[in-house]
């Protein structure tokens, strides 16, 4: 996963968060248990952990 | 110095941590709220009895008497204890998965049985509860929910025959819910 892919998941992942937010429907609670929230945990887990293990490693703290 | 883009960055995180705080507590907590269960059209008959004064089902005496204050829906369908919560939320994902991709027919029905215990709860070992003899005679099939209390209690909701399309009182039950409290 790279910068830009990343960048737009976190977008569209906010974009339904803040939809759910301002009118929370089912369609909303929908969209944002089973879009937003998975693609949130996918993009921390697989970008920005990896992003700070592959930084510590580079600094010889892991 | 700290550059107008970083304070931008951090205000665009600090934004957007508060919205997914806030919006996670609305799935996990707000979804508590009877209103919350009133959004999706299936369940508006439940709703309109309750409030209904001249209804004389179980949900509605309970409603009509504040005998529950608030979340009237989830203090009476979600089993007690950390699984109930547990189990609850799991089932309300599945609604949610069901309603929304419309995988549901009308009228809707529970899945597993009533469970007892829920009554239980809050009415076991009230005076009125143990001065009812039938109560201690029938303790083992109630705690086994053999028997529900419904079957002596009458019903909590609208028969399933009422909350069919096409029966006298469905576009009554279906009206937008009106919850005064």
């Not at chain 1, 976190?10 to 693609?39: E, K, N």
């Not at chain 1, 993009?43 to 700070?52: A, C, K, P, T």
């Not at chain 2, 239980?120 to 705690?143: F, N, Q, R, W």
């Amino acid at each position: 996963m790279n910068h830009h892919t990343a960048a737009v998941g976190v977008i569209i992942a906010m974009l339904i968060t803040i939809a759910y937010v301002l009118d929370p429907g089912p369609y909303a609670a929908f969209a944002f248990a089973f879009a937003a929230l998975p693609l949130l945990a996918f993009v921390i887990v697989f970008y920005y952990l990896r992003e700070m293990i592959r930084e510590l490693r580079h600094r010889d703290v892991l | 110095m700290v550059s107008l883009f970083k304070i931008i960055g951090l205000l665009a995180i600090g934004v957007a941590m508060a919205a997914v705080t806030l919006a996670s507590h609305e799935l996990f907590v707000g979804t508590k709220e009877t209103s919350a269960c009133m959004q999706c059209h299936v369940m508006r008959p439940y709703g309109n009895d309750m409030v209904d004064p001249e209804s004389n089902l179980l949900a509605a005496r309970h409603y009509r008497n504040g005998w529950i204050h608030e979340k009237q829906c989830y203090q009476c369908h979600v089993d007690y204890g950390f699984a109930g919560s547990v189990t609850a939320k799991m089932d309300g994902l599945r609604h949610l998965l069901r309603y929304t991709t419309r995988t549901y027919t009308e009228p809707i029905g529970l899945v597993h049985p009533f469970n007892n215990q829920n009554c239980l709860h809050c009415h076991a070992g009230t005076p009125k509860y143990v001065a009812e003899s039938m109560h201690d005679m029938m303790a083992d099939v109630i705690a086994s929910n053999e028997t529900p209390c419904t079957s002596c209690h009458g019903d909590s909701h609208p028969s399933r025959e009422r909350r069919s399309p096409g029966h006298a009182d469905y576009e009554a039950l279906m009206r937008a819910v009106e919850l005064p409290r």
